[in-house]
Nanobody
């Protein structure tokens, strides 16, 4: 059993910052991929940032230069630092991990950017 617990969402003004966290626990042998997706109402789920173990980091074009993904291997936690937030960043942000070849999703945390 694998659990993903997200935190850090909320309401922020345009230009502000938020830091999302996703702690992974349970039967973990190897976390291959950790990342974040987001889904706005009525829209498809889109990749925001993905970090592959020992490999590459990929960002959506909309996130480049503003968002930074990082992971703490000791804590099995992935973070998403979001700066210069815009109204268009408003969405539910979902943590995504691949463990032992299986995909897991968090429950999502709401990020609302509004004045």
């Amino acid at each position: 059993q694998v659990q993903l617990v997200e935190s850090g969402g909320g309401l922020v003004q345009p230009g502000g910052s938020l830091r999302l966290s996703c702690a992974v626990s349970g039967s973990i042998f190897s976390i291959n991929v950790m990342g974040w997706y987001r889904q706005a109402p009525g829209k498809q789920r889109d990749m925001v940032a993905i970090k592959v173990s020992g490999g590459s980091t990929n960002y959506a074009d909309s996130a480049k230069g503003r968002f930074t993904i990082s992971r703490d291997n000791a804590k099995n936690t992935v973070y998403l630092q979001m700066n210069s937030l815009k109204a268009g960043d408003t969405a539910v942000y979902l943590c995504y991990v691949v463990i032992n070849g299986r995909n897991y999703w968090g429950q999502g945390t709401q990020v609302t950017v509004s004045s």
